[in-house]
């Protein structure tokens, strides 16, 4: 059964960083693609960041050139680096696979506030 647990998350100002976690256990992680997906209060879960076994990112227009979606396969571990945050994203953070291919159990997810 696969694992999911996100950390890293915490509470910032506008135009800080954090950089999120998450640790895979379960699975093979390294052969899959896989992304950062987050959920605002009263809004449906939308995908951020998506990078594949081979290391090649794609992000959601709303946070290119601030966030960087990485992996370490040796760790069983994907990141997001956040950079320049701003308060429309405040959100939980969850990693999963890429859509269509999501593990069915997802992680707890790590909150995001950005906040003055």
């Known amino acids: 059964q696969v694992q999911l647990v996100e950390s890293g998350g915490g509470s910032v100002q506008p135009g800080r960083s954090l950089r999120l976690s998450c640790a895979v256990s379960g699975s093979i992680f390294s052969i899959y693609a896989m992304a950062w997906y987050r959920q605002a209060p009263g809004k449906q879960r939308e995908l951020v960041a998506t990078i594949t076994s081979g290391g090649s990112t794609n992000y959601a227009d709303s946070v290119t050139g601030r966030f960087t979606i990485s992996r370490d396969n040796a760790k069983n571990t994907v990141y997001l680096q956040m950079n320049s945050l701003k308060p429309e994203d405040t959100a939980v953070y969850y990693c999963?696979?890429?859509?269509?291919?999501?593990?069915?159990?997802w992680g707890q997810g790590t909150q995001v506030i950005v906040s003055s």
């Open positions: 999963n696979r890429i859509p269509g291919r999501s593990w069915r159990d």
